[in-house]
């Protein structure tokens, strides 16, 4: 019984001794809002008339910044092709991360279908800088064009996202 005594004097002590040498600071908080990022398309991705190969599928890719390669085994017809285009708007001098999609499916009024894949940005590393507030970029992506593709105007739509980085 002695030590239960003992023991409570002691925790007594303790949570008087805490109490005592108990100091209080005051701190700041705050808090810096960036203007939100806006991204706009400019230009769609347009990779221009092409022939297909009776025998062959073969790709067009056109580039980040508006080049076009013709796979050997199609005809590029046109010269109208371009990169897509986005500008984008935000708190000036941030970094920004642009987000493309995988891949993508074309297709025409019938339903015949042409795959869209390895989408690239003109952004380094996929990273752009909104020098005094704003930045653009281009993006490009190769089309793959089976043999004997289906005539038509083939279209299809893909999402770019872009975040502060």
């Not at 805490?18 to 005051?26: C, K, P």
């Amino acid at each position: 019984m002695k030590f239960l005594n003992t023991l409570g004097v002691l925790a007594i002590t303790f949570s008087i001794a805490t109490i005592s040498n108990a100091s209080e600071v005051d701190s700041d908080a705050g808090a810096k809002i960036v203007a939100p990022l806006e991204i706009t398309n400019t230009t769609g991705l347009y990779f221009g008339t092409i022939a297909p190969s009776l025998h062959q599928d073969d790709t067009v890719q056109v580039g980040a910044t508006g080049t076009r390669v013709c796979g050997t085994s199609i005809t590029c017809l046109t010269n109208d092709h371009s990169a897509a285009q986005f500008l984008v708007s935000g708190e000036s001098d941030m970094m920004y991360y642009v987000n493309l999609p995988a891949d993508l499916e074309l297709a025409n009024s019938a339903g015949d279908t042409m795959k869209v894949f390895n989408f690239t940005s003109s952004a380094t590393d996929d990273i752009g800088t909104l020098t005094g507030g704003t930045d653009d970029f281009g993006v490009g992506a190769d089309l793959l064009v089976f043999a004997g593709q289906k005539s038509g105007d083939y279209v299809g739509t893909f999402t770019v996202t872009v975040e502060y980085n």
